[in-house]
T-cell receptor
């Protein structure tokens, strides 16, 4: 199993550009989530999904969209990037009913 | 609602010394508690978890943590630090029946030779 994979590893955007961060898992996990990591703030939940077709907001959802058309994939879209979205983004997944989450390697995003 | 506070954003120890990373939680229900480790430029890995079984939890790489309800704490310890333990450590809490994991701010551990 590849576990949780994320692409790209690094990305530089200009303010106002859009992009999609990709996340995939091959463990048949129902629950998937996106976090952003900023210095001194730990990881903050952006959006999460409990299954295909079901998504919900976390604590910092503004500026981000998600969709979940398959169990395996959970892309995160930035429609109009802002410098405040400069961060490291982590995707995670777990089985529904279990608490152990598996994390991807992260995407380091810089918005100029 | 639940929250986690990690005391000390940076901890420095000598190789072979005791490692103690502090975590206090707030939860309206009996919590699930976790410690994750993040090595440089990598994602988070689970070190150990408390899920209402034994209060002393042993994890990987010689780490352990003790759940103390009276102190609302879940401190992480290791008797003897190794250079390879240098990393950032995150405490996290989750409600028993919920799906969200709430993380602390993280503690950067430095191990000096």
């Amino acid at each position: 199993n590849a576990g949780v994979t994320q692409t790209p590893k690094f990305q530089v955007l200009k303010t106002g550009q859009s992009m999609t961060l990709q996340c995939a898992q091959d463990m048949n996990h129902e629950y998937m989530s996106w976090y952003r990591q900023d210095p001194g703030m730990g990881l903050r939940l952006i959006h999460y999904s409990v299954g295909a077709g079901i998504t919900d907001q976390g604590e910092v959802p503004n500026g981000y969209n998600v969709s979940r058309s398959t169990t395996e994939d959970f892309p995160l879209r930035l429609l109009s990037a802002a410098p405040s979205q400069t961060s490291v983004y982590f995707c995670a997944s777990r089985l529904q009913g279990y608490n152990e989450q598996f994390f991807g390697p992260g995407t380091r995003l810089t918005v100029l | 609602a639940q929250s986690v506070t990690q005391l000390g954003s940076h901890v420095s120890v000598s190789e072979g010394a005791l490692v103690l990373l502090r975590c206090n939680y707030s939860s309206s229900v009996p919590p699930y508690l976790f410690w994750y480790v993040q090595y440089p430029n990598q994602g988070l890995q689970l070190l150990l978890k408390y899920t209402s079984a034994a209060t002393l939890v042993k994890g990987i790489n010689g780490f352990e943590a003790e759940f103390k309800k009276s102190e609302t704490s879940f401190h992480l310890t290791k008797p003897s630090a190794h250079m390879s333990d240098a990393a950032e450590y995150f405490c996290a809490v989750s409600p028993q029946s919920g799906s969200r994991l709430t993380f602390g701010e993280g503690t950067q551990l430095t191990v000096n030779p």
